[in-house]
């Protein structure tokens, strides 16, 4: 944290918007969470993820989009498109007027964007302005737009029966409005499409509608994207809305009753990045963007796009932003703004822009809702509650890697005595090395903040101290954890030893030299690609799938083959098996196959066995759990219940072992 600029007094300026009065200028801005009913109810469990965010300070939040239409209203999208809907919003608004909080909603029409959610498309008609994919999904008739836009006009007034003090009517990210708004998407000839006037005639609808229906003494704020990205016609020439195309279509709007403009960006294709970002984009990567809008339209506007820090958001409203939008800073840590308002600033709990738990949770079937790399609670606020222990136990932890840490200060915190043992002299475990990739500096945050939190705790620290069946009889701990973590696996080919792990690359330990080929096509080695292409190496990675880069979040996936596009001296060898190193040479058996999407049928289309020179072979092809066995015997001599957590049980992300420590903290 930058001690000279930690002033936050532009966040801390009241603003009144119509008649709602905001005590600050940091909005929670509208995020999916994946915790509905599969009826689009809302449940207990959103109920207390929001709440927990309305009692951290921010001036006002939004719920996730919730739909105005019945078809679309699926999926765990959150609806408001039918007066059954009133009760469960309304039981929302109350508990968050009940903690102080202001809360808003967003409303949307999905479009296309419905097959991003847990939906099931298969009877579902996708509305879209014109039609697409052959036909599939048939453009909206004509005659049906008013009906919509009347809906957008029910919902309205529902969340004002509802009791919620602001709507965000939804024009970006590719859902309805924005489709019709953008010349890429909208070519419809009814007079709704084809020429930008046209294109804004139905958006204009609906906003006209939402207005008539909401009451005058309550703002309305309106999502756009600052402009289209990506976005090109066959020619390859750009077609999509330009920022000028949303100055003309923000002044229509302001004049129809729009009072504020938040700020966002994203669509279709690689301009996806944009919408949730990630690690990868610069922080405020979108503000010049909200302030153009501010400067032209001459309106309130809600700056958006990797704000999440006190020093970064005052800077942009010093500069004329009205609010600044904090996602994933709130997923991260709802408690935020009040620790900015007490100056506790080493005490937030940073987002660190990994995308592995929020908005990745879209992309992961399994995932029921939304959660945090650094904050497990999201989504099981209540049964997260840190309830103090009344049999206080001595607890022993083998191994203060992240797992480690987090199962710590959480049991300390509870009232257990903790000592924790770290075999090295330093705390952190392998995601120490997490940090020292490109782009990712912000996790070693992660490692600095559990430092601080095991330290003001009050658990023992012993460094240098691997936890020994010897140590374990003179400690005699009521409970052992163990969380040992993992080591790079090694490359069991003839030659492997040839190989240096990534380890010793990322830490510096090792010094690459000449052409280097990385091998495995995972999370790491697209990071030790990166970290070596960027010191000007003849970099080449070798990886066994047909395609390089899984486990990347969708976001990330994107801005790796975005890095690839524009490094095209990258070499990347696809379906490649390693079968042997010598000190300056692979050998690969690369196997190629396809298969018939009808039949099933799988052939091989290529077959050969290749050689590759190289100067320095980096292995990288993933982890081991590192041996406790003798240590559990030993517990279990001793009758000591004993705990296998994180990597030590199995080597996974981070976010596992955070998980599993948080949740084992709990029960102990
Ligand atoms: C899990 C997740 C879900 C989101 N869902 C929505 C949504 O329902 N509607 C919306 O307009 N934006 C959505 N967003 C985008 C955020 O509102 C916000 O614009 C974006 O995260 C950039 O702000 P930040 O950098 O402060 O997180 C979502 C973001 C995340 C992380
Ligand atoms: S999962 Fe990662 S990106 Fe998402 S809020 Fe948590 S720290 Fe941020």
């Not at 705390?427 to 559990?450: C, H, I, N, S, W």
Request: with cysteine; proline share 4%.
């Amino acid at each position: 944290m930058v001690v000279f600029l930690l002033e936050c007094n532009h966040i801390f300026r009241p603003i009144k918007l119509r008649g709602l009065e905001l005590e600050n200028r940091i909005v929670m801005p509208s995020m999916g969470t994946l915790m509905t009913y599969e009826d689009s109810m809302v449940t207990q469990r959103m109920i207390d993820y929001y709440v927990e965010r309305a009692k951290g300070g921010a001036a006002l939040i939004f719920t996730e989009c919730a739909s105005v239409w019945p078809e679309s209203t699926q999926g765990y999208a959150l609806g408001v498109s039918d007066d059954k809907f009133i009760p469960g919003l309304t039981k929302l608004v109350e508990a968050v007027h009940a903690v102080g909080g202001k809360i808003g909603i967003q409303i949307y029409e999905a479009a296309e964007g419905i097959i991003n959610g847990h939906a099931d498309t298969s009877k579902l008609r996708i509305m879209t302005p014109v039609d697409r994919f052959q036909g599939k999904w048939k453009a909206i008739p004509t005659e049906e737009l008013p009906l919509i836009a009347q809906a957008f006009g029910a919902a309205a007034r529902r969340a004002n029966i509802c009791g919620f003090d602001a709507i965000e009517i939804h024009c970006g990210h590719n859902y309805l409005l924005h489709e019709f708004l953008s010349p890429h998407f909208n070519t419809r000839t009814d007079g709704y499409g084809t020429t930008f006037e046209n294109c804004m005639k139905f958006p204009l609808m609906c906003i006209e509608e939402t207005r008539k229906n909401w009451p005058e003494e309550k703002p309305l704020f309106m999502r756009i994207v600052a402009h289209d990205d990506y976005t090109y016609d066959a020619d390859g020439n750009f077609n999509g809305l330009t920022i000028d195309n949303m100055v003309t279509f923000c002044k229509e709007a302001k004049a129809r009753g729009v009072d504020v403009l938040d700020v966002s960006r994203g669509n279709f294709g690689k301009g996806n990045i944009y919408e949730v970002p990630s690690m990868g984009l610069p922080f405020g990567f979108n503000k010049d963007n909200a302030l153009y809008l501010r400067r032209e339209v001459d309106m309130p506007v809600m700056a958006v796009g990797r704000l999440g820090r006190p020093e970064l958001a005052n800077i942009v409203l010093s500069q004329g932003a009205d609010l600044v939008a904090w996602g994933h800073a709130h997923i991260a840590d709802p408690q935020i703004v009040n620790k900015c308002k007490e100056g506790r600033f080493d005490d937030i709990r940073y987002c660190i822009g990994c995308d592995q738990a929020c908005s990745e949770a879209y992309h992961i079937p399994e995932a029921r809702h939304i959660s945090c790399l650094r904050n497990p609670a999201v989504g099981r606020e209540r049964e997260f509650e840190l309830k103090i222990t009344d049999t206080p136990k001595t607890v022993l932890i083998a191994g203060a890697g992240v797992g480690g840490m987090e199962a710590a200060y959480t049991l300390a915190q509870r009232g257990h005595k903790v000592i924790l043992c770290e075999k090295e002299s330093v705390l952190g475990g392998q995601f120490r090395l997490a940090g020292l990739a490109p782009d990712k500096e912000d996790f070693a945050l992660t490692v600095d903040y559990m430092i601080r939190q095991v330290k003001q705790s009050g658990v023992e620290i012993r460094m240098n101290t691997p936890v020994t069946s010897a140590l374990l009889c003179e400690l005699k701990p009521d409970e052992l954890i163990i969380a040992t973590g993992g080591k790079m696996r090694e490359l069991d080919v003839p030659g492997g030893s040839y190989a240096v792990g990534f380890a010793d690359i990322l830490t510096g330990n090792w010094k690459p030299m000449g052409k280097c080929v990385i091998i495995g096509g995972g999370i790491i080695s697209i990071e030790v690609m990166e970290y070596l292409s960027f010191r000007g190496f003849d970099t080449t990675i070798v990886g066994g799938l047909p395609k390089i880069g899984a486990g990347l979040s969708h976001g990330r996936a994107i801005l790796a083959d975005k890095y690839l596009e524009e490094h095209p001296e990258i070499e990347v060898i696809t379906n490649a098996w390693v079968t042997k190193l010598d000190h300056n040479k692979v050998y690969a058996h690369v196997i190629e196959k396809k298969t018939d999407r009808r039949t099933k049928e799988t052939t091989i289309v290529r077959e050969e066995d290749i050689e590759i020179e190289a100067d320095t072979i980096i292995a990288a092809v993933g982890s081991v759990s590192n041996d406790y066995a003798d240590l559990v015997q030993a517990a279990e001599n001793m009758g000591i219940p004993c705990h296998i957590i994180g990597d030590a049980k199995k080597p996974r992300f981070a976010v596992d072992a955070i998980r599993e420590a948080a949740e084992l903290a709990r029960e102990i």
